[in-house]
């Protein structure tokens, strides 16, 4: 479920058709406040010098006022930690002054009182928390840190009580999947909107194709389903089931190799200045520094205009009940045409419980 999905994207979808970049994401920093195994970005300062260097807030806050003044109505201020910069705010600020509608992705391990208190003089539309579990045992297993969760549960009961939106993402691994319930019932019982999923995409940012952290195949494509039947119910799942459908989230009219809104009304700026489709494919870049940003998304909305589908997935019975997209295929095979065996594997034990509810349901 996406709680701004109607509006949202109708309106991004809508943008696609006449190429304007309404839906941005700044990655301001790779630093972070955790260690997640599964990160795909995460940098020690040591380890960004020789890649490059993060942008000031005066860069941020001008390349924002230009892709405003292209048609940016949305974005997303994302890291690495993104409070971690001791100028968050005044970027916040500007935001705020040009009438952009911002969201935070965040860990919530360093909003304090203190912190909650100056959002509500720059108030994000929402901030997502990425809950990594429900104890402190899976935090210090798969982040580093036991005290995190303590920490990231008193954010979210500081940002609510300020009446500041809060929703939930999770990603379930070998170290947490055991609390996919316990999770679930955290986001309800503080009536949060949660946004799971088992599917975890290869770290290729971190400059090489790597194995992914992740849950076997057949066992997330399993989860994934649990997790929507819990989330959604069993009349949803019928319906899903019946018309074949994975998501709705993600996809545009399309047959090209890049069938989503990456690259046609979404972009997506790197810490060290780079502009991507989306924050998964780093193959497709451009240099708003180097070309302005007007000269940069012209880039990119012509290359995903013309790279090639994937023959075998467009083929395929599974293709409506599989997430495999250009960037998917690209950081598990390094090569955006080619399927990827264990998003075969993830969709096809994914169709199989629903088959399962379909043939029970029957009965």
């Given at each position: 479920m996406r709680e701004d999905y109607p509006l949202k994207q109708t309106l991004c979808r809508r943008a696609a058709h006449k190429n304007v970049p309404v839906n941005g994401a700044f990655e301001l920093t790779p630093r972070c406040s955790l260690n997640c195994k599964m990160c795909y970005i995460?940098?020690?300062?040591?380890?960004?010098?020789?890649?490059?260097?993060?942008?000031?807030?005066?860069?941020?806050?001008?390349?924002?006022?230009?892709?405003?003044?292209?048609?940016?109505?949305?974005?997303?201020?994302?890291?690495?930690?993104?409070?971690?910069?001791?100028?968050?705010?005044?970027?916040?600020?500007?935001?705020?002054?040009?009438?952009?509608?911002?969201?935070?992705?965040?860990?919530?391990?360093?909003?304090?009182?203190?912190?909650?208190?100056?959002?509500?003089?720059?108030?994000?539309?929402?901030?997502?928390?990425?809950?990594?579990?429900?104890?402190?045992?899976?935090?210090?297993?798969?982040?580093?840190?036991?005290?995190?969760?303590?920490?990231?549960?008193?954010?979210?009961?500081?940002?609510?009580?300020?009446?500041?939106?809060?929703?939930?993402?999770?990603?379930?691994?070998?170290?947490?999947?055991?609390?996919?319930?316990?999770?679930?019932?955290?986001?309800?019982?503080?009536?949060?909107?949660?946004?799971?999923?088992?599917?975890?995409?290869?770290?290729?940012?971190?400059?090489?194709?790597?194995?992914?952290?992740?849950?076997?195949?057949?066992?997330?494509?399993?989860?994934?389903?649990?997790?929507?039947?819990l989330n959604q119910g069993a009349e949803a799942m019928l319906l899903r089931a019946e018309n074949q459908l994975l998501t709705e989230d993600c996809y545009y009219e399309s047959s090209q190799g890049i069938s989503c809104l990456a690259g046609r009304s979404q972009f997506w700026i790197t810490w060290d200045g780079k502009m991507l489709p989306c924050g998964m494919l780093p193959g497709i870049s451009a240099s708003p520094e180097e070309l302005g940003f007007a000269e940069a998304w012209r880039v990119i909305n012509d290359t995903v205009r013309n790279i090639p589908g994937c023959k075998e997935c467009n083929g395929c019975n599974l293709r409506s009940l599989c997430p495999s997209c250009a960037a998917s295929r690209y950081c598990e095979n390094g090569d955006m045409t080619k399927r990827c065996d264990y998003l075969c594997q993830f969709s096809e034990a994914y169709r199989d419980e629903l088959a399962k509810l379909a043939e029970a349901h029957r009965s």
């Open positions: 995460r940098m020690t300062p040591e380890q960004m010098r020789p890649i490059g260097r993060e942008r000031s807030a005066e860069e941020w806050i001008a390349l924002a006022r230009e892709a405003r003044d292209m048609g940016m109505t949305f974005l997303l201020l994302t890291g690495g930690e993104p409070f971690l910069r001791k100028d968050i705010f005044p970027i916040l600020e500007a935001l705020n002054k040009m009438g952009i509608i911002v969201d935070i992705n965040s860990n919530g391990t360093l909003i304090d009182e203190a912190v909650a208190d100056r959002l509500l003089s720059c108030p994000p539309s929402k901030i997502n928390i990425t809950l990594y579990g429900a104890s402190r045992e899976s935090y210090g297993r798969l982040c580093g840190d036991p005290s995190a969760f303590d920490r990231v549960v008193r954010a979210i009961q500081l940002l609510k009580e300020r009446n500041i939106l809060v929703c939930l993402n999770t990603t379930l691994t070998p170290e947490n999947a055991h609390e996919m319930e316990d999770i679930l019932a955290f986001a309800k019982n503080n009536d949060l909107v949660l946004r799971p999923t088992s599917y975890i995409i290869p770290p290729s940012r971190r400059g090489s194709i790597e194995k992914a952290y992740r849950l076997p195949p057949k066992e997330a494509g399993q989860l994934t389903y649990r997790i929507q039947l």
